[in-house]
């Protein structure tokens, strides 16, 4: 059993930046891939990026390539969503989610535990 809590999110400018955390429980941390998704009012959950269980290999959405960067510290049981240069459209929940085996990183169906969200929002 894995629980997510994540943290970081709130209420930023355009141009502005933030970094979300999720906090991992469990001792079996670094053997789980990690992913982040998100949620805009009124339409489905999407994945943003993901990042195998070394940190050695990482994805993202065509959307967030070259502002956002995701990151692992196995040590702290933590993974990080690093965002910059946000926009208005990056508003939305902001959801990390495990994932014990598999490779195809955008698919919700993938994870097997998701925390509960943390709100990001981009003022214009």
Same mark, same amino acid.
């Given at each position: 059993? #894995? *629980?997510?809590?994540?943290?970081?999110? +709130?209420?930023?400018?355009? +141009? %502005?930046?933030?970094?979300?955390?999720?906090?991992?429980? +469990?001792?079996?941390?670094?053997?789980?891939? @990690? %992913?982040?998704? /998100? *949620? !805009?009012? %009124?339409?489905?959950?999407?994945?943003?990026?993901?990042?195998?269980?070394?940190?050695?290999?990482?994805?993202?959405?065509?959307? #967030?390539?070259?502002?956002?960067?995701? &990151?692992?510290?196995?040590?702290?049981?933590?993974?990080?969503?690093? @965002?910059? $240069?946000?926009?208005?459209?990056?508003? !939305? #929940?902001?959801?990390? =989610? !495990? =994932? *014990?085996? %598999? &490779?195809?990183?955008?698919? /919700?169906? @993938?994870?097997?535990?998701?925390? *509960? +969200?943390?709100?990001?929002? #981009? $003022? $214009?």
């Amino acid at each position: 059993q #894995v *629980q997510l809590v994540e943290s970081g999110g +709130g209420l930023v400018q355009a +141009g %502005g930046s933030l970094r979300l955390s999720c906090a991992a429980s +469990g001792r079996t941390f670094s053997s789980y891939g @990690m %992913g982040w998704f /998100r *949620q !805009a009012p %009124g339409k489905a959950r999407e994945f943003v990026a993901a990042i195998n269980w070394s940190g050695g290999s990482t994805y993202y959405t065509d959307s #967030v390539k070259g502002r956002f960067t995701i &990151s692992r510290d196995n040590a702290k049981n933590t993974v990080y969503l690093q @965002m910059n $240069s946000l926009k208005p459209k990056d508003t !939305a #929940v902001y959801y990390c =989610a !495990a =994932a *014990q085996y %598999g &490779s195809n990183w955008s698919s /919700r169906a @993938m994870y097997d535990y998701w925390g *509960q +969200g943390t709100q990001v929002t #981009v $003022s $214009s």
